[in-house]
């Protein structure tokens, strides 16, 4: 079993930076996709970005595409999630996510397709 747990959160003014950590924990071989969510006040967790253990291929979805870079460091067994130019309809609780079996790719991302997740940071963009 995995752990996730997730930090770097906090309140930014339009424009600004933030870098997501999701330091992982326990059996974190055997999980090939990690992922990084979103949820908003009274809307659904969508899913904005993934990365592939096997080939480092990475997924965005459309509203994050150029503003967002997710990265890994196996040898701190983190994911990272780098945004800039953030603006107040990034502002939500960014939780990370991973799966054993699932290989991201550009048809998007289902939560229903991740098997372990973190408890969430919360991220307030606001002037």
């Known amino acids: 079993q995995v752990q996730l747990v997730e930090s770097g959160g906090g309140l930014v003014q339009p424009g600004a930076s933030l870098r997501l950590s999701c330091a992982t924990s326990g059996a974190t071989l055997d999980y090939h996709a990690t992922g990084w969510f979103r949820q908003a006040p009274g809307k659904e967790r969508d899913g904005i970005s993934c990365?592939?253990?096997?080939?480092?291929?990475?997924y965005y979805a459309d509203a994050v595409k150029g503003r967002f870079t997710i990265s890994r460091d196996d040898a701190k067994k983190t994911v990272y999630l780098q945004m800039n130019n953030l603006t107040p309809a990034d502002t939500a609780v960014y939780y990370c996510?991973?799966?054993?079996?699932?290989?991201?790719?550009?048809?998007?991302?289902?939560?229903?397709?991740?098997?372990?997740w973190g408890q969430g940071t919360q991220v307030t963009v606001s002037s």
């Open positions: 996510a991973a799966d054993p079996d699932l290989y991201c790719s550009g048809d998007g991302l289902s939560k229903d397709d991740f098997h372990a």
């Open positions: 990365i592939n253990r096997s080939d480092g291929t990475t």
